[in-house]
């Protein structure tokens, strides 16, 4: 059981119908890495429901978590419903290893997420160690349809400040829209269009991928790497590839 601080919900914002952002008071988190996920809790029906969650921000006075409704889910439904004000529990400290400082170094690093699976990614973007690591940054952002690509504005306007070092690359499987590639990640890695939209080669010499999101989507991203002779990164076998798997 984690070690509970008392936070409250300082603003919401909502993307698509049950997808948001949540950002709450973080005075009592102790400083934790870019990539780490605290627990959040709250009283469902009378007993204490938690669940970990990236932190998309770095560590701060307020953090925020970039979360799904999962319609029959214990604790989403209601973490949705919260207001500003509201009150729920955070972990004090931080956990997990899905870590730049638990990655290898390289040129480039390919930060490869589905739906929420961007939160951790987002933080690392908004922090200074993972433009003082690599020289070129690519998030590959893929969703369901264009109003669950969350951070698209900031990730864009990224993209703009830093140009020749940082790529946001967008990606819809459930409709059409101009400018914006359609499929599956892995299917967009296979075929070379994320590639070719990045202007830049994954290479095992060259990159390391972090890959965080649906498990279906890191299986099978992680064989197509597997296939281009990238292997997984451990502390005692050094690769390229760095998984968080979210369920
Ligand atoms: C390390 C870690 C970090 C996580 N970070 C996030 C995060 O940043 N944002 C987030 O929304 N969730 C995140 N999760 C998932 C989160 O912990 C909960 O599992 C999720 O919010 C569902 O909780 P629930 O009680 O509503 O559903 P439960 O009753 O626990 O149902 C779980 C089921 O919901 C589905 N599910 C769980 N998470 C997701 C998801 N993110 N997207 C789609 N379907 C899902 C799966 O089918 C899973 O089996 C993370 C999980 C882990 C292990
Ligand atoms: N706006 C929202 O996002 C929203 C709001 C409320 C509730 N929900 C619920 O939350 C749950 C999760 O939805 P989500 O859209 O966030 O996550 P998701 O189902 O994991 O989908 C995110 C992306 O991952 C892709 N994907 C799924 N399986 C894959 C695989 N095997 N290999 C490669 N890619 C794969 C999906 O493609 P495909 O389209 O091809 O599956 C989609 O582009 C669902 O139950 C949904 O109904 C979502």
């Known amino acids: 059981m984690p070690n509970w601080c008392q936070s409250k919900v300082l603003a919401r914002r909502e993307w698509a119908p049950g997808l948001f952002t949540v950002t709450i008071d973080a ?5 934790f890495e870019c990539g ?9 029906n009378g007993e204490l429901v938690n669940r970990p969650y990236s932190v998309a921000s770095p560590h701060g006075p307020q953090v925020e978590f970039f979360v799904v409704r999962v ?9 949705g419903n919260l207001i500003e004000g509201d009150e729920l529990l955070v972990s004090d400290r931080g956990a997990g290893s899905f870590t730049l400082n638990r990655s290898p170094s ?5 930060l490869i997420g589905t739906g929420t699976g961007l939160a951790p990614f987002i933080a690392m973007v908004r922090d200074a160690e993972i433009w003082n ?7 590959v952002h893929g969703t369901r349809f264009a109003a669950d690509l969350g951070y698209r504005d900031e990730l864009e306007r990224l993209a703009k400040e830093k140009p020749g070092r940082f790529v946001y690359i967008p990606a819809i499987t459930r409709e059409e829209l101009p400018g914006v590639l359609k499929g599956r990640l892995n299917q967009l890695l296979v075929n070379g269009q994320l590639e070719q939209a990045a202007q830049m080669t994954i290479t095992p010499s060259d990159s390391t991928v972090m890959i965080c999101g ?5 299986d099978a991203v992680e064989q197509a790497l597997l296939e281009r002779n990238l292997s997984r990164h451990r502390s005692k076998t050094p690769g390229q ?3 968080e798997r979210y369920w």
């Open 27 to 31: 005075a009592g988190v102790q400083p």
């Open 36 to 44: 780490q996920f605290l627990h959040l809790g709250l009283q469902v």
């Open 71 to 79: 319609d029959d889910g214990k604790l989403t439904p209601s973490l």
């Open 106 to 110: 390289s040129r480039d690093i390919w």
């Open 133 to 139: 690591r690599y020289e070129r940054v690519v998030i």
């Open 214 to 218: 649906n498990p279906d989507m890191l």
């Open 241 to 243: 590839i760095v998984v």
